[in-house]
């Protein structure tokens, strides 16, 4: 059977903080195979980092672990994909989940500077460009770098 999984029961699976859940999750994933969504994978980052206080190394590493489980289905894996090499590479999560989301775009924008900076040097990427805080683009070559 294919079982989705929610952000929860994910973070028991990087986080041993709850025996009880984690023992749970672990006999799921032994009898099933997972599907895990990237929104999951959004939702989970921002909480191992924002309410459990994970830095990055550990949220990594602990993503590591479950792309490599060979019991699990990542949706849209090449987004996944692409957010971690960003991830890895210094880009917020949740920024590089949504560029890598909009991988048909030609061009994604933001008002995040350090995104747009970092994004630069990434070509598997959309181009990541500056959205103008004041004015407006009258064409897309009128957008800042």
Request: charged content about 20%.
């Amino acid at each position: 059977m294919r079982v989705g999984i929610d952000t929860n029961a994910l973070i028991r699976m990087v986080v041993d903080d709850d025996s009880a859940q984690v023992a749970a999750v672990a006999r799921l994933v032994r009898a099933h195979h997972i599907v895990i969504a990237p929104t999951a994978l959004l939702e989970s980052e921002w909480a191992l980092r924002r309410v459990l206080g994970l830095d990055r190394s550990q949220i990594i590493a602990g993503f590591d672990r479950l792309l490599g489980l060979t019991t699990a289905t990542f949706l849209h894996r090449h987004i996944v994909n692409a957010a971690m090499r960003a991830f890895r590479s210094g880009c917020d999560f949740a920024d590089a989940c949504h560029a890598a989301a909009a991988g048909s775009a030609d061009l994604f924008v933001t008002f995040d500077r350090d995104f747009a900076q970092r994004a630069k040097a990434l070509d598997y990427l959309p181009a990541v460009r500056l959205l103008p805080r004041h004015g407006y683009l009258t064409t897309l070559s009128d957008t800042p770098t």
